[in-house]
């Protein structure tokens, strides 16, 4: 939508402003949208919808890997481990 009406404004801000007030929306947070969809499209540098996700989910398999509860079990069943490795 904003895409739509951004040429019938001065800047992409004052669309923003305008639609933000029509459909009940914070006008930050339609900007956010906006720049998040203008880079998922690659207008806009930046990092992908796609990539954080894929980023998130390394870190929390870093995490996991890297918990104490993890290296723990890692320790107690070292063995047994690398057996079911090879």
Do not use: F
């Not at 398999?61 to 090879?86: A, F, H, Q």
């Amino acid at each position: 939508m904003v895409q739509e009406h951004r040429g019938e404004y001065p800047s992409l801000w004052l669309a923003v402003e305008w639609i933000a007030a029509r459909i009940g929306c914070v006008p930050h947070t339609l900007l956010t949208w906006v720049k998040c969809q203008e880079i998922d499209a690659g207008v806009r540098e930046g990092v992908t919808t796609s990539e954080a996700q894929r980023l998130k989910e390394l870190e929390r398999e870093n995490k996991e890997r890297n918990s104490p509860t993890s290296t723990r079990r890692r320790r107690l069943l070292g063995s047994d481990i690398d057996e079911v490795s090879k």
